[in-house]
């Protein structure tokens, strides 16, 4: 029997699980609810009901994932999930504003050179590294194991030519430990070493600085703040100047991520096995370890670790792509906006007690006042939310609104996947694909845009934000237009 969604409001709706537990807590409108297929509802059904979960929500960008949906938020006060976080541990967007005017960059030439300029920093593809790009860092491997460690620390940012003061702008500049340390992170990371569990350990350090494949991305944008007073404070405090360049990044913890996540999939795996412990939905990706327990320390650790690699890895795109438009534009300065991720777990406090919140496809949305955000520049404002929609529809800079409590203060990460990736390049024309892109005056550095990652393969963007804006999640501050985009067309990362 299909199962039935709950209309509670314009844009938000309930989906029943069994007995007495508390809904599942939908956003979306009608048009977006009509998006989410059975197989994306059940796998929400089946996290809500795994052990120690106490709140799921799902957001109008939700589709069917590994074991969770992408696009949900699970809450647990004694249990972690390697699925609801995913394989790509910490895929994040980033924003770089630049104080270049939109006029700088009308000419196709001066577009074309800036994209030739960033690959050459800045390598593309599931595979790919440092020693792809000609005009990239060279990572030293002692560099790339304290990056793993610290995160974006002083040392670590000095020593890849990363402006210190970005890791101000970020979420969370480092991680720690399962007990608040650095040092269980320099212990967990010897022994993957000395088990030789990296394949390629200097190859996969040397992917700090790339983007990787499949939907993650480079994003040449224009800035149009909303005209409203709300918008252009928010604005002044995150950095954004209107009719200005910036730069918009989505990717990850590449092949570092993907090796730790794959690690505790299968210990976790070969654990419920031995004890033959029952899988939630029969899921094998629903794999979980009680707080407490050596299996959620490791896996808490392990977490950690590719969230470092992934902040810096991000921290030293910026300053890639900040060094390519120098170089081709000279005299151009650059400011960190934000660095928020979407796939990760994170202790915080949910109705008075601490929780592990994960967010797999979703991001962090504290609002004005929020108590975690006291002593910083966004308390009276909130923090920017750095949404990427697709090039023609443009990208939204958002602030969260007191309403965000609904969703555990949090939003969709993005537009979401309308069509998959088999069916968007056995359904969509090339042809009409890159004429689209001609026809917007958006340059890529693709002979042939990829199919799969088309603006049709995507939900409506403006009915996601409608969504958000309506449930009383969030507020749009700024739209970005893309006028090139850096893409590579290998399969997806997260």
Known sequence: MPHALIPTDTATAMLPTAGKTKPITVIG????????????LQQAINSRLAPGVTDLVLNPD????????????????????PGPVGVDIKCSMSL???DLPADAIIDKPVRRALINAICERTPTGAGRG???????????????QLALIEGASPEVCTALGIPPEWADRCEDAHHVGHDDTRDALAARLQRHLDAAEFRKFDDKVNQLGSYGGGNHFGECEVVQVAENDRARRAAEVFGLQDGKVAFLSHCGSRGIGHALASHQFRALQHKFATWDIPLPGQDRELVYAPLGTPEADAYLDDMALGANFATVNHLLINALVLEAFQEVLPGVTGQLVYFISHNIARREIVENRPAWVHRKGATRAFPAGHHA??????AETGHPILLPGNPQAGSAV??????????????NHGAGRMLGRKRAIRELDQRA???????????????????DEAPAAYKDFDEVLKSVKTAGLATEVARLKARFVIKDGDSADD
């Open 29 to 40: 409108t009608e048009a977006i609810r009509q998006t989410f297929d059975e197989m994306c």
């Open 96 to 98: 770089l504003q630049l």
């Open 373 to 378: 955000l006291a002593g910083t520049v966004y």
């Open 130 to 144: 440092q020693r792809h790009a000609k005009k990239a860092r060279r990572i030293d491997t002692e560099v790339g």
């Open 398 to 411: 958002m602030v969260a609104d007191e309403g965000a409590k609904l969703s555990c203060y949090s939003v």
């Open 433 to 451: 694909i890159d004429q689209s892109f001609d026809a917007a005056d958006i340059l890529t550095n693709c002979r042939s845009y990829p199919k």
């Open 62 to 81: 939700a589709h069917c994932g590994y074991g969770a949906p992408v696009g949900c938020v699970l809450v647990s006060p004694t249990h972690v999930y």
